[in-house]
């Protein structure tokens, strides 16, 4: 059968409806994957909860992670079925649609639930970093984690910010629609950045410490690499900063890259919770223990 005649539009803007129908793709993907992970943490912690009590305070903190992660799902899905679907005659075509509805309530409960579920892991992992660096001193813990838990504390600004800007349309706020959203993304990430580093940074020290204390089974479980990859959630921030790089040289691919760092960061996050369900995390005791 020949193909269509008519032709779809700029190259430019099919290349990146193409992606955009793919993120939501990858987004299901993520989304099943915390749900095997949510269920596998939730029967470890349930079983555990009477053995620590951060345990069912991370019963809740997952629930709600898996709450949120459900209103996104279920919102990027209705809004792929009325971009491409429902409103594919929609003049200029699919994208026009979805720049067009950027401020219904649903493209606005999309992006709250996305930036609340981004917010509160980000946190989780701050909370981990000075946790990390506890065993040094509390001040050094302190120290280092004041800047990434500063730039996370006013994140929340540039997404204010959006919202306005999605629904004053006519306002000059909305000019930079955009850049608002994207000032929240470089700031979460960022901050995950460094505190990645600062936890990678931190556990290597500790793995180099604990050589020569290996018959410690905790200090085991810190001298090896997974361990470490996992406790740091490195590959959440590769794959943040390089959304943060194809987004600044305008690439469509970004599209791609949104939706793969928040379901990387959801995944890392209940990695990181099935370690502490096992008393296998990172504790401010830790460095004492390997020290013993």
Known sequence: MAPYSESPGPASRVTLERYFLAA???????????GVLYLICIHYLWSQRKARRINKFMLAYITLLFLLSTVLRVTLAHRTQLVFIENRNFPGGPLEYYEASLGGALNIV???AGVAQLFLSEL?????CWVVWY???RRAAYAVTFLPAFMLVVSPSGVALYFFATVH???????????????HYTLVLSANAITTGLILARLIAHRRAVRMTLATP???????????LVESAVFYSIIGV????VTGMGS?????LIDATISTQQISGYLIIARLAHGREWQTSTMSVARS
């Open 24 to 34: 939501d793709f990858i987004s299901g993907v993520g989304y099943g994957a915390q």
């Open 110 to 112: 999309s992006q709250a």
């Open 124 to 128: 989780f992992m701050v909370w981990r």
């Open 135 to 137: 065993s040094v001193s």
């Open 169 to 183: 349309l006519n306002s000059p706020v909305a000019v930079h629609i955009t850049a608002w959203i994207l000032i």
């Open 218 to 228: 905790h200090a085991k479980e810190y001298a090896s690499l997974i361990s470490m």
């Open 242 to 245: 390089g959304y943060l790089i």
């Open 252 to 256: 469509p691919i970004r599209e791609l």
